[in-house]
Protein backbone atom coordinates (compact mmCIF):
# COMPACT_ATOMS: atom_id res chain seq x y z
CA UNK A 1 0.00 0.00 0.00
CA UNK A 2 1.38 3.39 -0.77
CA UNK A 3 1.44 5.76 2.04
CA UNK A 4 2.25 9.28 0.76
CA UNK A 5 1.27 11.45 -1.91
CA UNK A 6 3.81 13.22 -4.24
CA UNK A 7 3.15 16.49 -5.88
CA UNK A 8 5.90 17.53 -8.36
CA UNK A 9 5.27 21.59 -7.89
CA UNK A 10 7.76 24.63 -8.01
CA UNK A 11 6.04 25.79 -4.52
CA UNK A 12 8.59 24.64 -1.78
CA UNK A 13 10.43 26.99 0.52
CA UNK A 14 13.66 28.07 -1.09
CA UNK A 15 16.49 26.73 -0.81
CA UNK A 16 14.94 22.99 -0.26
CA UNK A 17 13.99 20.25 -3.33
CA UNK A 18 11.59 19.08 -1.42
CA UNK A 19 9.02 18.90 1.52
CA UNK A 20 6.87 16.85 3.38
CA UNK A 21 3.61 17.55 5.06
CA UNK A 22 2.01 14.69 7.03
CA UNK A 23 1.61 12.28 4.26
CA UNK A 24 1.83 14.84 1.31
CA UNK A 25 5.23 15.49 -0.54
CA UNK A 26 6.23 18.01 -2.23
CA UNK A 27 8.80 17.71 -5.15
CA UNK A 28 10.67 20.54 -7.22
CA UNK A 29 10.10 18.92 -11.00
CA UNK A 30 13.71 19.63 -11.36
CA UNK A 31 14.37 16.62 -9.38
CA UNK A 32 11.88 14.11 -10.65
CA UNK A 33 14.38 11.81 -11.16
CA UNK A 34 16.13 12.33 -7.66
CA UNK A 35 14.86 8.44 -5.82
CA UNK A 36 17.48 9.68 -2.67
CA UNK A 37 15.11 12.96 -2.22
CA UNK A 38 12.48 11.30 -2.19
CA UNK A 39 13.62 8.54 -0.33
CA UNK A 40 14.32 11.44 2.09
CA UNK A 41 10.67 12.82 2.09
CA UNK A 42 9.29 9.15 2.70
CA UNK A 43 11.51 8.86 5.95
CA UNK A 44 9.77 12.48 6.73
CA UNK A 45 6.02 11.01 6.32
CA UNK A 46 7.20 8.00 8.20
CA UNK A 47 7.95 9.81 11.17
CA UNK A 48 4.69 11.70 10.57
CA UNK A 49 3.01 8.31 10.82
CA UNK A 50 4.64 7.10 13.81
CA UNK A 51 3.99 10.44 15.73
CA UNK A 52 0.84 10.28 14.71
CA UNK A 53 0.22 6.65 16.42
CA UNK A 54 2.17 7.54 19.31
CA UNK A 55 -0.41 10.80 19.35
CA UNK A 56 -3.35 8.84 19.15
CA UNK A 57 -2.25 6.14 21.79
CA UNK A 58 -1.87 8.69 24.60
CA UNK A 59 -4.99 10.43 23.47
CA UNK A 60 -7.21 7.58 23.56
CA UNK A 61 -5.42 6.58 27.29
CA UNK A 62 -6.33 9.82 28.33
CA UNK A 63 -9.43 9.61 27.57
CA UNK A 64 -10.29 5.98 29.10
CA UNK A 65 -8.22 6.52 31.78
CA UNK A 66 -8.58 10.31 32.81
CA UNK A 67 -11.28 12.00 31.57
CA UNK A 68 -13.40 11.42 28.90
CA UNK A 69 -13.50 14.90 27.98
CA UNK A 70 -10.59 14.90 26.88
CA UNK A 71 -11.55 13.46 23.62
CA UNK A 72 -10.42 16.95 21.67
CA UNK A 73 -6.95 15.72 21.92
CA UNK A 74 -7.39 13.57 19.35
CA UNK A 75 -7.59 16.12 16.90
CA UNK A 76 -4.29 17.32 17.83
CA UNK A 77 -2.22 14.01 16.95
CA UNK A 78 -2.12 14.65 13.26
CA UNK A 79 -0.42 18.11 14.12
CA UNK A 80 2.36 16.92 16.69
CA UNK A 81 4.76 15.39 14.80
CA UNK A 82 5.10 19.19 12.94
CA UNK A 83 5.24 21.25 16.24
CA UNK A 84 7.71 18.86 17.54
CA UNK A 85 10.11 19.28 14.06
CA UNK A 86 9.50 23.04 14.64
CA UNK A 87 10.21 24.03 17.93
CA UNK A 88 12.53 20.92 19.23
CA UNK A 89 16.15 21.19 17.57
CA UNK A 90 16.72 17.81 19.12
CA UNK A 91 13.65 16.32 17.17
CA UNK A 92 14.53 17.98 14.02
CA UNK A 93 18.20 17.48 14.27
CA UNK A 94 17.07 13.39 14.45
CA UNK A 95 14.51 13.40 12.07
CA UNK A 96 16.90 15.40 9.58
CA UNK A 97 19.82 12.90 10.25
CA UNK A 98 17.83 10.17 9.57
CA UNK A 99 16.11 11.45 6.01
CA UNK A 100 19.97 12.09 4.69
CA UNK A 101 21.48 9.16 6.12
CA UNK A 102 18.27 7.48 3.93
CA UNK A 103 19.08 9.89 0.99
CA UNK A 104 22.58 9.06 0.94
CA UNK A 105 22.17 4.95 0.68
CA UNK A 106 19.50 5.15 -1.65
CA UNK A 107 20.68 8.10 -3.58
CA UNK A 108 23.44 7.46 -5.30
CA UNK A 109 25.37 10.64 -5.75
CA UNK A 110 28.70 11.06 -6.40
CA UNK A 111 29.31 13.12 -3.93
CA UNK A 112 27.42 13.52 -0.29
CA UNK A 113 28.88 16.76 0.77
CA UNK A 114 25.35 18.67 -0.01
CA UNK A 115 24.02 16.38 2.88
CA UNK A 116 26.56 17.64 5.38
CA UNK A 117 26.08 21.10 4.14
CA UNK A 118 22.52 21.45 4.68
CA UNK A 119 21.97 19.85 7.55
CA UNK A 120 24.98 22.36 9.12
CA UNK A 121 23.91 24.90 7.71
CA UNK A 122 19.60 24.72 6.20
CA UNK A 123 17.85 23.96 9.23
CA UNK A 124 18.92 25.78 12.54
CA UNK A 125 20.15 22.53 14.27
CA UNK A 126 23.19 24.47 15.69
CA UNK A 127 25.88 21.92 13.92
CA UNK A 128 29.01 22.49 12.80
CA UNK A 129 30.29 20.56 9.23
CA UNK A 130 32.43 18.44 11.01
CA UNK A 131 30.01 17.75 13.74
CA UNK A 132 26.80 17.33 10.48
CA UNK A 133 29.32 15.08 9.02
CA UNK A 134 30.21 12.49 12.21
CA UNK A 135 26.16 12.66 12.76
CA UNK A 136 25.77 11.40 8.88
CA UNK A 137 28.62 8.97 8.39
CA UNK A 138 29.41 7.39 11.83
ZN1 LIG B 1 14.30 16.60 5.61
Request: hydrophobic share 45%; glycine share 8%.
Given at each position: MKYYFVEYTR??????GGTAKGPIIKILPKYKDDSGLLEHEKVHVRQWYGVLALGLLVSTLLTLLVSLSLWPLFGLAPFVHQLLYKLARPYRRWCEVQAYRKQIATGGYTSNEFAVTMLAKKYDLDLSVDKARALLFN
Amino acid sequence: MKYYFVEYTRKIINGFGGTAKGPIIKILPKYKDDSGLLEHEKVHVRQWYGVLALGLLVSTLLTLLVSLSLWPLFGLAPFVHQLLYKLARPYRRWCEVQAYRKQIATGGYTSNEFAVTMLAKKYDLDLSVDKARALLFN
